[in-house]
């Protein structure tokens, strides 16, 4: 298995572009998460999702989009491209068990954003 | 809101001692811990996990101590390897009355294993 999946690895954007960064999972997960690392500072969830045609927002939503029509890809869309979005984007994957649950989250390699 | 924080941003530690890092959440209803590694340029890695019905998780060279009384949570390293040189986040998940909720990471302590 590849795992989690995320493309691509750099881009810079330049102020109100639009972009779309991929991720991908093969392990059959129901849940997929996005979250944004600034420098220094720990990981803040923009949307996840439970399952495919179902999405929610996270902590800091604003911005961006999400859409989830597969249980394996869950695209994060930028439409107008702010400074203020250059951060390293990651992407993650779970799955909740019947039964026992489990919370453990696969994560991508990142996806390195700047916007200049 | 609520949310999970560390005592310490960084910490040094000569190789072969013991590393112990801190955290203290603060929401009562999570039922699980999760410690994650991540190093430079990497995604986080998972590392252990604890539920809120034990209070201590052993897995190769960690431990995970878990104290509801006072909302801890700390990660034991032992023979610290300059491997283990990374940032280590601790994670929640509170529950709530809608259910499963996403992971909640704290900022993370920078590790750095002296030679």
């Known amino acids: 298995n590849a795992g989690v999946t995320q493309t691509p690895k750099f881009r810079i954007l330049k102020i109100g572009q639009s972009m779309t960064l991929q991720c991908t999972q093969d392990?059959?997960?129901?849940?997929m998460y996005w979250y944004r690392q600034d420098p220094g500072m720990g990981l803040k969830l923009i949307y996840y999702s439970v399952g495919a045609g179902i999405t929610d927002k996270g902590e800091v939503p604003n911005g961006y989009n999400v859409s989830r029509s597969t249980t394996e890809d869950f695209p994060l869309r930028l439409e107008l491209a702010a400074p203020s979005q250059t951060s390293v984007y990651f992407c993650?994957?779970?799955?909740?068990?019947?039964?026992?649950?489990?919370?453990?989250?696969?994560f991508g390699p990142g996806t390195r954003l700047t916007v200049t | 809101g609520e949310s999970v924080g560390l005592h310490l941003p960084t910490l040094s530690v000569q190789e072969g001692d013991n590393s112990i890092i801190n955290c203290a959440y603060s929401?009562?209803?999570?039922?699980?811990f999760i410690w994650y590694k991540q190093e430079s340029g990497k995604g986080p890695q998972f590392i252990i996990d604890i539920r809120s019905n034990m209070d201590k998780r052993q897995g190769q060279r960690v431990t995970v101590l878990l104290n509801k009384t006072v909302k801890h949570l700390s990660l034991q390293i032992a023979a610290t390897q300059p491997g283990d040189s990374a940032v280590y986040f601790c994670?929640?998940?509170?529950?709530?009355?809608?259910?499963?909720?996403?992971?909640?990471f704290g900022k993370g302590t920078r590790l750095s294993v002296i030679a």
């Open positions: 929401n009562s209803a999570s039922d699980y």
């Open positions: 994670a929640e998940n509170p529950i709530t009355n809608s259910g499963n909720t996403p992971l909640v």
């Open positions: 392990m059959n997960h129901n849940y």
């Open positions: 993650a994957s779970s799955y909740l068990k019947s039964g026992r649950e489990t919370y453990e989250q696969y």
